[in-house]
């Protein structure tokens, strides 16, 4: 068995960590570390992982060596004591945005201040396995994904591959669970309650990893925060080089995606899903894909949708681990969802 | 598996291989396995698929 640990676990992806390595077949997940609530329950945070797991939070001072070190912090935390953690674990995953990056001056442009450690960036593979797979398997450190992010890329990574993506402008739609565990003025129920916020019209900080992971396309990205708790819905006008016939794009999407294990295409001619629903996706480590083409232009319209703490967050990251560590890629990761669901 | 199982035609909408399985007759309807796009049988030798005549649903202004 692998003995993992989570750093952070107190949050909203280190709950969801918690709950995927608790069920896992290979892991047992060994130490969950929250300087707040250190001695308190597991599911004092999580209540879901009530008779789950007997664990209870410990400080990180107590930290103890271990497999595989999930690290769940707020950002620029990791990069802080990445040489402490890399010190206790053989792998380590990290969950935050401070080596997704592989340029320190990038880091800088996008998070506004110098990297903590950039000699690290370069050590740390970017933790999507659509994008990086082979290099995941057996490496040691693997950074996490942006949630909005990995929608983006997901559902434009097939047309940028094959050369076809002109521009692009993008919408994603995000739940309040985005904004993490922690309450501020902007999340007060009354405040929050009943909004579509546009929080970031241009200049999200994920619009880095767009750049990283399609290339040197034009991108133009914007964030609307919506009445749910869970869940990303991006919808991407992308702007193609040449005249796609819907077949054709059918072709593209199943040839890139016919094998990955969490992307499926969601296009249907009836019924009451036709395109990829986030709500539908609760807890699950998909990430749906459809699309549909504007016969008047090169416009195609692409919709991808997921579970922002899941396949944006702690789903992919166990993904990683498994890769990394030569397990079965799904391994933990096999709950379906659920139909009907609020 | 019979040779019959193995027999596929693209589906009109979308390309999907859309499978011919035993004791399918000409104008029964299929689904697509991939977009779901319901298919009339048009013949059997050799295996042909059309679009199915459908009622449009009223998704609301």
Known sequence: ?342 | MSDTTLTTAPCPECDAAVRCDEGTLVNEILACPDCGAELEVTSLQPFALALAPEVEEDWGE
Not at chain 1, 200 to 224: D, N
Not at chain 1, 251 to 256: D, F, K, P
């Open chain 1, 1 to 342: 068995m692998i003995r993992a640990a989570v750093v952070g676990a107190a949050g909203y992806a280190g709950g969801e960590l918690a709950r995927l390595l608790s069920g896992h077949p290979e892991v047992e997940l060994a130490q969950v570390t929250s300087s707040r609530l250190a001695g308190r329950w597991l599911h004092a945070a999580h209540p879901n992982l009530r008779g789950v797991s007997e664990l209870r939070f410990v400080d990180e001072a107590d930290l103890a060596p271990c497999d595989v070190l999930f690290l769940a912090l707020g950002h620029g935390e990791a990069a802080q004591r990445i040489e402490r953690y890399a010190g206790l674990a053989e792998r380590v995953v990290d969950l935050s945005a401070d080596f997704r990056l592989n340029d320190a001056a990038a880091y800088e442009r996008w998070y506004g201040a110098p990297h903590p450690a950039p000699e690290w960036l370069g050590r740390f593979t970017y933790g999507l396995p659509e994008v990086s797979r082979e290099a995941l398997r057996g490496a040691r450190y693997a950074s996490g994904v942006g949630c909005n992010a990995t929608a983006a890329n997901l559902a434009l990574l097939p047309l940028a591959r094959s050369g076809v993506l002109e521009r692009v402008v993008l919408e994603v739609k995000v739940g309040s669970s985005e904004g993490g565990a922690q309450a501020g003025p902007a999340s007060h129920h009354p405040e929050r309650a009943g909004c579509l916020r546009s929080f970031a019209p241009t200049g999200h900080r994920h619009q880095a990893e767009l750049e990283l992971v399609l290339g040197p396309q034009e991108v133009h990205f914007s964030a609307t925060a919506v009445e749910r708790v869970r869940g990303v819905l991006c919808t991407a006008h992308a702007f193609l080089t040449e005249d796609l016939e819907e077949k054709d794009v059918w072709r593209l999407y199943r040839e890139h995606y016919a094998s990955e294990p969490f992307v499926r295409l969601v296009k249907e001619r009836t019924g009451l899903y036709r395109y990829p629903e986030p709500k539908l996706l609760a807890g699950t480590n998909w990430c749906d894909v459809g699309f549909e083409r504007d016969p008047a232009s090169r416009r195609l319209v692409v919709m991808s949708a997921l579970d922002n703490l899941m396949k944006g967050a702690a789903g992919t990251a166990v993904q990683c681990m498994n890769l990394m560590c030569g397990l079965d890629e799904t391994a933990g990761l096999g709950f379906p969802g659920l139909h009907p669901c609020e």
